[in-house]
């Protein structure tokens, strides 16, 4: 299984580059709205880079690392007004796109003047592209937020596969995840 995962000063660099690449592109967007759990973070990051509101807008999709559920489940509405303002709406990955999708749909129903997609990392296989974003790759990737979740079904699945936990220490390590996060969860 191949994974990165970013550390939080690499998160806040690629928050800074997908704010000058919206700016770039004109957009002045009013608010922010995350797709939790993955997008709220870097919302909140972009708001704070580009001086906007945030908001919120709950969906699940995935059940474990590579385990994804059927169809995306809006889980909580947008707590503030998005109808006539510019709205970005902010995931960490578009991965098979059914999220972003969804919600995409979601957030259009609600009438915003604009919408723009964006997320930090887009995988060649999601169903939509989103409108910026900074990285394409086809790793699972592992962000700083979700570590000990994601951690815990990698080491099921290299357990799995008979890899041993030396090899999957020294595999974890050399991808970032700090030490003792990978004693804790070996334990």
């Known amino acids: 299984m191949r994974f990165i995962a970013p550390r939080w000063r690499d998160i806040h660099e690629m928050l800074r580059a997908l704010s000058e690449k919206i700016l770039n592109r004109g957009l002045r967007?009013?608010?922010?709205?995350?797709?939790?759990?993955g997008g709220l973070i870097p919302a909140v990051v972009l708001a704070d880079l580009l001086g906007l509101e945030v908001d919120a807008v709950?969906?699940?999709?995935?059940?474990?690392?590579g385990e994804r559920g059927n169809r995306p489940r809006i889980t909580q509405d947008v707590s503030?007004?998005?109808?006539?303002?510019?709205?970005?709406?902010?995931?960490d990955v578009a991965d098979s796109g059914r999220?972003?999708?969804?919600?995409k749909e979601y957030v259009l129903a609600r009438r915003p003047r604009?919408?723009?997609?964006?997320?930090?990392h887009y995988k060649p296989w999601s169903i939509v592209k989103p409108d910026i974003y900074i990285e394409e790759t086809d790793a699972w990737i592992i962000y700083p937020w979700e570590r000990r979740e994601a951690l815990g079904d990698i080491i099921e699945r290299f357990k799995a596969e008979g890899v041993a936990d030396d090899e999957m220490r020294r595999e974890m390590t050399s991808r970032g995840i700090p030490r003792w996060l990978i004693e804790n969860m070996l334990q």
């Open 80 to 91: 503030m007004g998005i109808e006539g303002r510019a709205a970005l709406l902010v995931d």
């Open 58 to 65: 709950g969906a699940k999709l995935y059940r474990g690392v």
């Open 99 to 103: 999220t972003l999708e969804a919600v």
């Open 29 to 37: 967007p009013d608010i922010a709205v995350g797709i939790a759990m």
């Open 114 to 120: 604009e919408l723009v997609t964006c997320t930090i």
